[in-house]
């Protein structure tokens, strides 16, 4: 198993200076290589390889336009090769979208392999810097003086913090003790999560209580002139405020996913079609502030390590219009109603306590048939398909035989 351990990083200014000179070369290599495999592939219709940047980028070394690209690091550029070609891989396999070009205003990341960096008595010596490169260890539970990392990542972003981030391979984890608890999630936007227990996780809505702050910087920077140093500086603040709302985004949904890991064996959940209900102008900067996909992946990793089941149901199965009691199938049920009463057997549903119970009874039926599958099994619905909504999709409801 790799795990990354990342910590703020505090380079002198002649290590600055040689990371950013780095950066530009991985930048300017990047982009003038996927320039080139693009118009490969569409004016005469060629692939291009691995092999083939490969030796463009030795080409380029040569000359006297891109000669600087020998002064730093050959190990970065090569890296940045590799992932351009995994990319392209991914997008050709449907799992990604087309690789874009790098803009030196985005966030900047060098990666270097063990032939570029050495660590000795916990300091760390990257190649064409002088003397150690300073960070702040804040994992109190591993010992930085026995650590063997595999990678080494520099980074810088917009705000201007540095961060040096290692990649180690090491054991899987003992699994978690078995709770024999099973629970089922409802994400939402008022509430973030319902359990299945009648647990509410509110949402914390980082965006939107920083929002204020946020509009202000930005008006100011709207202000300065493009080009200019105060532009510049008006920029980092706007970077360090949406930095903020970040880290607390991504701190709370690392805490959510932990709690609910330790609690139950296995956890059911939907497969929201987060794309598509971005679409909705009302609702798109809520559902964003969310994070659900962040939290889907959080939950398949830890899951995985802890030893846990994750099943993650179809978007299509009527969680919130099917009476838990007795599966009564309501023919509509507006997104303004947050309580109902079942026509049949009488029984007053929450809206999303209703629907995590009915998407944790799919999982276990997903999971009697699956023994041993983690993650990844689907409840189908039947029928033709339907056009996909901007709000939570849920097929109408199928007349049953009397």
Request: with cysteine; aromatic share 8%.
């Amino acid at each position: 198993m790799r795990t990354a351990y990342k910590c703020r990083a505090y380079p002198t200014p002649e290590q600055a200076a040689v990371f950013s000179r780095t950066f530009g070369c991985v930048r300017l290599v990047w982009n003038r290589t996927l320039a080139e495999r693009h118009a490969a592939y569409h004016q005469r219709g060629e692939r291009t390889s691995y092999r083939q940047t490969d030796a463009a980028l030795t080409g380029w070394k040569r000359t006297a336009e891109l000669a600087f690209l020998s002064e730093v690091s050959s190990v970065p550029l090569q890296q940045t090769l590799r992932h351009q070609h995994t990319a392209f891989a991914n997008f050709f396999a449907g799992r990604a979208r087309y690789p874009r070009f790098k803009s030196r205003n985005a966030r900047q990341s060098a990666h270097y392999s063990r032939s570029a960096f050495r660590m000795k008595d916990g300091a760390l010596h990257v190649a064409k810097t002088n003397g150690p490169l300073p960070f702040a260890w804040s994992f109190g539970s591993v010992d930085i003086a026995t650590l063997n990392p595999t990678m080494v990542v520099i980074s810088r972003d917009p705000d201007g913090r540095w961060y040096v981030t290692f990649a180690v391979d090491t054991d899987l984890p003992e699994p978690l003790e078995v709770t024999g608890h099973e629970i089922g999630i409802d994400l939402g936007v008022k509430d973030f999560a319902v359990t299945s227990d009648g647990q509410r996780i509110a949402n914390p809505q980082h965006l939107d209580r920083r929002a204020r702050n946020l509009a202000r910087y930005q008006r100011r920077m709207a202000r300065c002139q493009r080009g200019s140093a105060n532009r510049r500086k008006a920029k980092a603040k706007v970077a360090r405020a949406h930095r903020k709302v970040r880290n607390a985004r991504v701190d709370f949904l690392h805490r959510t996913s932990t709690n609910l890991v330790r609690a139950a064996d296995t956890i059911v959940i939907e497969d929201l079609a987060v794309k598509n209900m971005l679409r909705n102008r009302s609702l798109a900067r809520a559902i964003s502030d969310c994070g659900w996909g962040e939290f889907r992946r959080q939950l398949e990793y830890k899951a995985e390590r802890a030893g846990r089941t994750l099943v993650v149901i179809d978007r299509w199965y009527p969680s919130s219009k099917t009476c838990s009691a007795c599966g009564h199938l309501l023919a509509v049920l507006g997104l303004s109603t947050r309580h109902w009463t079942c026509p049949t057997c009488r029984t007053r549903h929450d809206r999303d306590v209703n629907a995590a119970k009915n998407i944790l009874a799919a999982g276990r039926a997903v999971a009697e048939g699956n023994l041993g599958d983690a993650c990844g099994a689907d409840v189908r619905r039947q029928g033709p398909s339907l056009p996909q909504s901007a709000v939570k999709q849920e097929p109408p409801a199928v007349r049953r035989p009397a």
